[in-house]
């Protein structure tokens, strides 16, 4: 398995990602969905900032060049830190940094927190890309910090259009912010790596999703 299949069969005996009938904030039935929130012991966020940091070597190699990660409150903040970890262990000692809500007013002030980022080449650590309203967001703040947003990082990309369930968008969330901001957005495992993995099942709690999800994706999926 590559990283991508390896990260899908994680997620689904985590059951971070479940299969089933979900409603989306865009009102859409998804036959999947994914909580990333639900890595929440020492060992499901140790292989999923393993998978972070393994995007981000292969991306080394083929040289794409960073000097620190952003966490954007508030689950950004554990996935910058994990994935810092993660990478230190594989020999890349990268700085990390995180914004709070709300400025600070006294001690050190200010919103963001950890490694000093001005004229840092900064990758964006988060689970999903929904709206692209928190990419946005922390995007403003990098910039606004002298830093340069190259990247953003995410565990799982959707491949779907914006949207409702009747008013169907032109492009993914994630074209969206690569087409706002001139930045690519890395996953470990996307739309297309589910299907796969779907495809490969035998147990029929499995395969009983491969139609749905294949429907859903030719209604939605770019």
């Known amino acids: 398995m590559n990283t991508a299949q390896q990260f899908i069969e994680f997620a689904v005996k985590q059951e971070v990602l ?52 952003f966490g954007p409150a508030y689950k950004g903040i554990t996935l910058a830190a994990a994935t810092a970890m993660a990478l230190a262990q594989k020999g890349h000692n990268i700085p990390y940094a995180y914004n709070r809500k709300e400025a600070k007013d006294h001690g050190e002030g200010g919103t963001l927190v950890g490694a000093p980022l001005a004229g840092k080449r900064v990758v964006i650590v988060d689970d999903v890309i929904s ?9 403003n703040m990098l910039k606004a910090a002298g830093a340069t947003p190259v990247a ?15 008013d169907v ?41 491969q139609h749905a999800v294949k429907q859903y994706r030719a209604n939605y999926g770019i």
């Open 131 to 139: 709206a692209g309203t928190s990419v946005r967001e922390s995007v």
């Open 152 to 166: 953003v990082l995410i565990a799982l990309d959707r491949m779907e259009k914006s949207g409702t369930a009747q």
């Open 18 to 69: 479940r299969f089933g009938e979900f409603k989306t904030k865009a009102g859409r039935l998804s036959p999947y969905f994914f909580n990333a929130g639900l890595f929440y012991d020492g060992a499901s966020l140790q292989q999923l900032a393993e998978g972070y940091a393994r995007v981000l070597l292969d991306k080394i190699a083929t040289g794409f060049q960073f000097d620190a990660l």
């Open 169 to 209: 968008g032109e492009f993914s969330a994630v074209q969206m912010v690569e087409k706002d901001f001139g930045i690519p957005v890395f996953a470990i495992a996307n739309l297309s790596d589910l299907m796969t993995y779907l495809d490969a099942q035998s147990a029929p709690e499995l395969t009983q999703y």
